[in-house]
């Protein structure tokens, strides 16, 4: 199904990348967005400004001139005083464009003299152009007067194109009636001066070969504009000013010299691209523009249309190709960086190779583009969702944790917690559905559908079952107080986790809401199994991994990061296995190597047993997983604590060590002496095996007597604790210990720093711990030397330190000193040897009392065992006066 909507929307896609392709082109070839291409023409030229040629000079007939010679038109002999005068300067070439094509009638002589004046020169260009009697006449060449035709240098046609925005943008080099014969009159100018460049034009707007009507004004060879700049940018000097002689010298000397009308209403002046807010420009400097652009071989040629629909084509595509492989938070970004990037690219190729390359269309198009891929994306979501709604419906019972209920079964769960003595459900109409056991009263009326209605011992609620509206009445005897848990029980029969039922879209109800809701509802049900599912692995009490097959740990639960990190917030998933197992090491030289070719190769569950570095003993067991999409199967591994069975198994087996050695070993030697006393006959002899008889007797008695202690205290069993003055058991201790001392030649010092300290506590195993430290400081001391008992009472809590200056401890035995059936090591030092069972009893008896046995030792210098137990205040007796 997927790969199905996978190919189908790649077809579509590529079917949506050829249809916008076809139809940009279209635009371009039928110039939909001619007057866009030209603004941005317009816009990009404007960008594009430079200095004109110095060889280029304007003769302007501007308004300062107007006021100092008169009112236009001038006599003609003007003109031939100017140009007189310009001779002596020497230009290249000399321009008038001005119109001379019917004679002076107020003063014939002037033309004799300009004609005169024309000649002489042998340089003055003069203009053609088209004129028409009325709109529907034939179009007519306009010639300058014979005299003047005759005289000129050469004629050039001073036609400017101008687009039907009222931009002049353009010039045809050749125009002409019929076949297209007069220069354009920059190329007339050029042609005169020994400067003339040879013109390579670009290819005519027509066939060459086209049979040319004599009734038609034709033109070819169209020659965009490359404007220098906005008007007044080409140098200019006023007509009168010249005509004055108010000049520099050799101003003119071989320079192209313009003579032509600026003054405002008076010539042809038009707006051109970088017209701006200089206003138009006069034909004149139009002319000098072209001039200066054919002179320095500077040129516009627009892209050929297949090369410009080819790239057009390219670039509208460029977007959508690129779409399937973005991001879509990055796609607008990218088509931004597209859109700016073909705009700076064909500015460029404008500015640096002189090509025009119309853009408006592909801009267009490439904006376009994200809407449309947007919505063919959509189109593609909606599919894919409801081909995965499809699947969902099908499986959504299956997976679904809202099952259907069974009021019956849930109500007599919930009477074993609350006594419920009976219920019924009804239907609206009172009819009943369900009943069971003392039914309640009847319904007290209006009822809310969100909590119980109380009425003595009826609770009536409202609920939906089964897609229906029922009356559910519980029968709870009145002198039941329910707490607010329980209450919150009997709520759960009305708000149960039930299936919401469908609802169905309204009429007029946008579609992709609709199927939003039912992939919301959808995820609400497996957001809920998720969670589910997370409670159940953080609530296990062993931890688990589920990993892959190389070995990456794809989901763990809390207590696997406690077992592993000693931390339940650790972060296991995502993480290598070698990596989160480094610290557990197997038992019994088995390697993960073995037991994870046993489970991935052969399908097979092992167990095993580990130990973590910290200390924790773990059973790890490993079984074979199947992981949907995965090529092998994955494994599951579960981590189960066992270091209390551990513990209890040494704890068995030294206590088995214990009987079998320390109480065994006098037993034997007990009854090896009793045959040898039966066979002596001398009294002394007898005498000396009772008296070791009762030595060993007296060992024996003092091992049992020690290991019953130590197993009273560490009993579950009930201790009968009493208010005591925990002085008093310190000096009951010292009392008892006297004679060890004595024997032992160790004084005892004792001070307090109370008369009284009382505590809670169960005085004969309290006064047999301290017993026994002071056993072991006597015992460990030197003939001669003092112990020390101090007892103090530091925030709260009674702390009774006893201190002797014996043979020590070494560091080495210090974390194992309270351990049962733990010797200490001698280290050098002669010491007192034991069966390790005192130190763990004053351990297990601080234990029991809620505190805790400190010690600090340094081999050769004594020791200090502090008890520390709480300080508990002693409760007044209640006097009987009955």
């Not at 977007?319 to 705009?343: E, K, M, R």
């Not at 009968?720 to 030649?745: E, G, H, P, R, T």
């Not at 009674?798 to 210090?814: K, Y």
Request: contains cysteine; negative net charge; charged residues 20%.
């Amino acid at each position: 199904m997927q790969a199905r909507i996978r190919n189908t929307g790649i077809l579509e896609h590529l079917l949506l990348v050829a249809l916008l392709a076809v139809v940009a082109a279209s635009f371009v070839h039928y110039q939909v967005l001619w007057r866009w291409d030209y603004l941005l023409y317009d816009a990009q030229l404007s960008l594009w400004t430079r200095d004109v040629s110095d060889d280029i000079v304007i003769i302007a007939i501007d308004d300062e001139s107007l006021n100092q010679i008169g009112r236009w038109p001038w006599p003609r002999s003007t003109h031939a005083r100017l140009i007189n005068q310009l001779e002596r300067e020497s230009p290249g070439v000399i321009g008038l464009d001005i119109i001379f094509s019917e004679p002076d009638p107020n003063n014939p002589l002037s033309d004799v003299l300009l004609s005169r004046a024309i000649r002489s020169s042998g340089k003055v260009v003069l203009p053609v152009f088209m004129t028409q009697e009325s709109n529907n006449a034939y179009p007519i060449e306009a010639l300058p007067l014979p005299e003047f035709t005759g005289s000129a240098a050469a004629l050039g046609h001073v036609h400017i194109d101008v687009s039907d925005d009222g931009i002049a943008r353009r010039v045809y080099l050749k125009e002409g009636i019929g076949e297209p014969h007069w220069l354009h009159y920059s190329l007339a100018l050029l042609s005169v001066t020994d400067r003339a460049v040879e013109l390579v034009p670009e290819q005519p707007v027509s066939d060459q070969q086209l049979a040319y009507s004599p009734m038609q004004w034709s033109r070819e060879y169209p020659f965009l504009i490359p404007y220098a700049g906005p008007p007044g940018h080409v140098r200019q000097i006023g007509y009168a000013q010249v005509l004055a002689g108010e000049y520099p010298q050799n101003l003119f000397k071989d320079k192209i010299v313009l003579i032509g009308t600026t003054a405002e209403g008076l010539g042809d002046a038009l707006p051109t691209p970088l017209s701006g807010n200089g206003g138009n420009m006069p034909g004149i400097e139009i002319i000098a523009n072209v001039t200066d652009a054919i002179l320095n071989n500077l040129r516009i040629t627009e892209l050929h249309k297949p090369w410009l629909l080819l790239l057009t084509a390219v670039l509208v595509s460029l977007p959508l190709l690129v779409y399937p492989l973005l991001n879509p938070a990055h796609t607008l970004l990218v088509l931004l960086g597209i859109v700016f990037s073909t705009l700076l690219a064909v500015a460029s190729v404008l500015w640096l190779l002189g090509i025009w390359i119309p853009l408006s269309t592909t801009l267009l198009f490439q904006v376009l583009s994200y809407p449309l891929w947007s919505w063919r994306r959509l189109v593609l979501a909606v599919r894919h969702i409801n081909a995965e709604l499809s699947q969902l419906a099908a499986r959504q019972n299956e997976l679904s944790v809202f099952k259907d209920r069974n009021i019956a079964n849930e109500i007599e769960f919930i009477s074993q917690l609350i006594p419920i003595n009976g219920w019924v459900l009804q239907g609206e109409a009172g009819s009943t559905l369900m009943r069971k056991g003392t039914e309640p009263a009847d319904i007290p009326g209006q009822l809310s559908p969100d909590y119980w209605t109380i009425d003595g011992a009826g609770y009536w609620s409202d609920i939906h079952y089964k897609d229906k509206r029922f009356r559910l009445g519980l029968n709870i005897a009145p002198d039941t107080a329910i707490s607010d848990e329980e209450m919150r029980l009997l709520n759960s029969l009305i708000n149960s986790g039930v299936r919401p039922a469908t609802v169905e879209p309204a009429y007029l109800e946008d579609v992709l809401k609709a199927k939003i809701r039912q992939v919301q509802a959808v995820g609400s049900e497996y957001e809920a199994l998720r969670r589910i599912i997370d409670d159940s692995l953080s609530g296990m009490a062993d931890g688990m991994l589920i990993c892959n097959s190389r070995g990456h740990v794809m989901l763990s639960n809390r207590r696997a990061g406690w077992y592993l990190f000693g931390d339940d917030n650790a972060v296991i998933d995502g993480e290598a296995f070698t990596k989160v197992l480094e610290h557990v090491h197997l038992r019994e030289g088995v390697g993960w190597k073995h037991l994870l070719q046993r489970v991935l190769f052969s399908q097979e569950r092992v167990l095993a047993q580990a130990q973590h570095e910290a200390g924790r003993d773990l059973m790890v067991e490993i079984s074979p997983i199947r992981i949907t999409g995965d090529v092998f199967d994955g494994f599951v591994v579960n981590l189960s604590d066992i270091s209390m069975l551990k513990a209890s198994e040494r704890k068995r087996n030294e206590v088995l060590n214990f009987i079998s050695h320390d109480l065994r070993s006098p037993l034997s030697s007990m009854l090896a002496m009793i045959e040898l006393a039966k066979n002596k006959t001398s009294i002394d002899d007898i005498a000396i095996m009772l008296d070791k008889l009762d030595r060993n007797t007296q060992k024996t008695l003092h091992l049992a007597e020690q290991f019953l202690q130590l197993s009273r205290a560490n009993a579950d069993e009930h201790l009968n604790f009493y208010d005591i003055d925990f002085n008093s058991v310190v000096l009951n201790a010292i009392d008892q210990i006297w004679a060890l001392s004595s024997k032992m030649q160790v004084s005892i010092d004792h001070e307090f720093d109370r008369d009284e300290l009382w505590t809670h506590a169960e005085p004969d195993l309290l006064e047999r711990a301290i017993l026994n430290l002071l056993s072991n400081a006597i015992k460990h001391s030197k003939s001669g030397t003092v112990v020390n008992v101090t007892v103090r009472l530091i925030e709260n809590e009674i702390n009774c330190c006893i201190i002797d200056h014996g043979t020590g401890i070494s560091s080495q035995d210090l974390p194992h000193l309270f351990e049962m059936f733990r010797r200490t090591q001698d280290g050098g030092v002669t010491r007192k040897r034991g069966i390790g069972l005192g130190l763990a009893f004053v351990d297990a008896v601080a234990r029991r009392h809620s505190g805790q046995v400190d010690v600090q030792s340094e081999l050769g210098e004594g020791s200090v065992f502090c008890l520390r137990i709480p300080h508990v205040e002693p409760i007044e007796p209640v006097l009987n006066t009955s």
